[in-house]
């Protein structure tokens, strides 16, 4: 037994040695590492107070972007605010015009900051002058932003004589007529009760430089809004065109309550709504593409080019008029023209008309349908020039379902009333509904 403890007590005293020279070797290690260390801080020690205050390291915004308090910058006689230097410009508080003009920019580089105030006039009995009038030749790179132009000129649809009347302004944002600014930017301003132009950066003349895109227009005689392009927009109680453009129209609503269009532009226009009591609901000289126009007197959508994706309705012209081709649309007239007109083809669309064609193509028609229910003998559910295929066309008049001036190619025409259910020069897999007039028939009985 002594041998056995003996032997555990060397054991035991054998492991501490060797527990403790580890221990001092870590430490001797961890001592060689600090020493470098301790000698690098005890250098880098010194005086613990700053020489002097830090400099700033950033420019202010005023060293950014120079801005001029407008109420700083004096009138002309005619105007609240004149201004005839470059620079960036803001509103510091509500602006109460007692002059014909609120502000005039009359020197190029100019931004105007409304900086969320109203331009307002409280002491006028009728309209006149402008909020914000841009004139001088040769203007460019002006820039308005930011706030709210409010008139006092009210709409009443049963006036016999001028419908838009009462005090305030007769134009919010305008350009003098023939001065053709370029590169004008108005963005985020809404504008109310004009006796004329809502916003007006463009003369008939003016290139498409100049932009108004996320404004707002309620109620004036005139143009709601005029400009280069359009984008993200709303003019709506107009009574001219609610929106002209000289390029395109984007993301916009525009209703006229006259004898303008709802939306007008030579470029194209594209989701967007037009509507018109007298004119057009949308207008355009180029495409017509995913939007929808409507008219009480016109025609729904009128295009110089191609009509895609879109609903044309009207109570006296044409749903849809296209002088190229109308596709993947939907057209519809209750008055006496055709639900669908295309100088072209017409494919994957529907037409209906109350008074004459339900679709109506100087080209072709494929994958399509055409209904009418007017009496007359020239009223058919689809006319077509040339050929129609995989279509179907109805009529419950003197007119035919479907009249084809050659080939009619696996579709269906259908008759309620005294007219044909299809007429072609040769047909070929077709079933009719009524009576036939057909030269002649392959793949039929």
């Given amino acids: 037994m002594r041998h056995a403890s003996t032997n555990l007590n060397l054991t035991t005293r054998t492991f501490e040695t060797h527990t403790n020279n580890a221990m001092t070797t870590r430490q001797r290690i961890g001592l060689a590492t600090a020493l470098p260390l301790l000698a690098t801080v005890a250098l880098a020690q010194g005086p613990l107070d700053p020489a002097g205050a830090p400099n700033p390291n950033f420019k202010t915004l005023q060293q950014v972007e120079p801005r001029i308090d407008l109420a700083t910058v004096p009138g002309d006689g005619s105007s609240m605010h004149r201004i005839d ?4 410009y803001y509103l510091t508080d509500n602006l109460d015009v007692t002059t014909t003009d609120g502000i005039r920019i009359i020197a190029s580089g100019v931004t105007l900051d409304l900086m969320g105030f109203t331009i307002f006039r409280s002491s006028q009995a009728a309209s006149t002058g402008t909020a914000i ?38 134009n919010g944002i305008d ?28 003369s008939a003349s003016s290139t498409i430089s ?11 005689g005139l143009f709601g809004i005029l400009s280069g392009e359009v984008h993200h927009c709303t003019a709506i109680v107009c009574g001219g065109n609610a929106i002209q453009a000289r390029g395109n129209v984007s993301h916009s609503r525009g209703q006229s309550v006259g004898s303008g269009r709802g939306i007008d ?10 509507d018109s009591s007298q004119g057009d609901g949308i207008g355009s000289d180029a495409n017509v593409i995913n939007s929808y126009g409507v008219s009480d007197e016109g025609n729904g959508i009128l295009a110089s080019g191609n009509v895609i994706n ?39 669309s529907y037409g209906e008309s109350d008074g004459d064609d339900g679709l109506d193509s100087g080209g072709n028609v494929f994958n399509s349908f055409g209904r009418t229910t007017d009496a007359g003998l020239n009223s058919h559910g689809i006319e077509v020039t040339f050929n129609v295929a995989n279509s179907r066309g109805f009529t419950s008049g003197a007119g035919d379902g479907i009249v084809a001036g ?9 008759t309620s009333g005294s007219g044909f259910g299809l007429t072609a020069f040769i047909a070929v897999a077709c079933s009719v509904g009524g009576a036939e007039s057909i030269s002649h028939k392959y793949l039929m009985p």
């Fill in 133 to 170: 009038n841009i004139t001088g030749s040769g203007l460019r790179n002006i820039r308005i932003t930011n706030g709210h132009i409010t008139g006092g000129i009210l709409y009443d649809s049963q006036a016999a004589g001028d419908q838009f009347t009462g005090p305030g302004f007769n």
């Fill in 210 to 220: 100049n932009t108004v895109e996320h404004c707002s227009v309620h109620t004036c």
């Fill in 406 to 414: 050659q080939v009619a190619s696996y579709s269906r025409g259908e």
């Fill in 265 to 274: 532009a030579l470029g194209n226009v594209a989701d967007s709504y037009g």
């Fill in 85 to 88: 230097q470059p620079g960036s």
């Fill in 310 to 348: 879109c609903y044309g309705r009207t109570n006296g012209g044409t749903g849809i008029f296209s002088n190229r081709s109308v596709s993947n649309s939907y057209g519809e007239s209750t008055g006496s023209r055709d639900g669908i007109f295309a100088t072209y083809n017409i494919v994957n």
């Fill in 175 to 202: 350009e003098v007529a023939a001065i053709d600014p370029e590169n004008v930017r108005v963005s985020h301003i809404h504008v109310s009760g004009m006796n004329f132009n809502g916003i007006d950066t463009s």
